[in-house]
Nanobody, 115 residues
């Protein structure tokens, strides 16, 4: 069983920055794929970014060049640095890991970007 706790969300103006964190209850050294997803009101949950094997990074086109995903295995934490935020980035952000053959999700953290 893996518990994930997101933090770092909040309200910012257009062009602002936030850094989200996702802390895991277990060591993440052996977790291959970790990722961030988001869900805006009335929309489906969508992929934001993934980090695989700590090396391969994948981003949604809408966030490329603005968001950076990273992980610190020693701290059991994954991060999402979000810069140049836009109103369309407003959503609940979730972290997800694949541990063994099971997907685990965090509870989500709200990000609100005002114009």
């Amino acid at each position: 069983q893996v518990q994930l706790a997101e933090s770092g969300g909040g309200a910012v103006q257009t062009g602002g920055s936030l850094r989200l964190s996702c802390a895991a209850s277990v060591s993440i050294f052996t977790i291959n794929t970790m990722g961030w997803y988001r869900q805006a009101p009335g929309k489906q949950r969508e992929l934001v970014a993934t980090i695989t094997s700590g090396v391969n990074l994948n981003y949604a086109d809408s966030v490329k060049g603005r968001f950076t995903i990273s992980r610190d295995n020693a701290k059991r934490t994954m991060y999402l640095q979000m810069n140049s935020l836009k109103p369309e980035d407003t959503a609940v952000y979730y972290c997800r890991v694949v541990y063994g053959v099971t997907f685990y999700w965090g509870q989500g953290t709200q990000v609100t970007v005002s114009s």
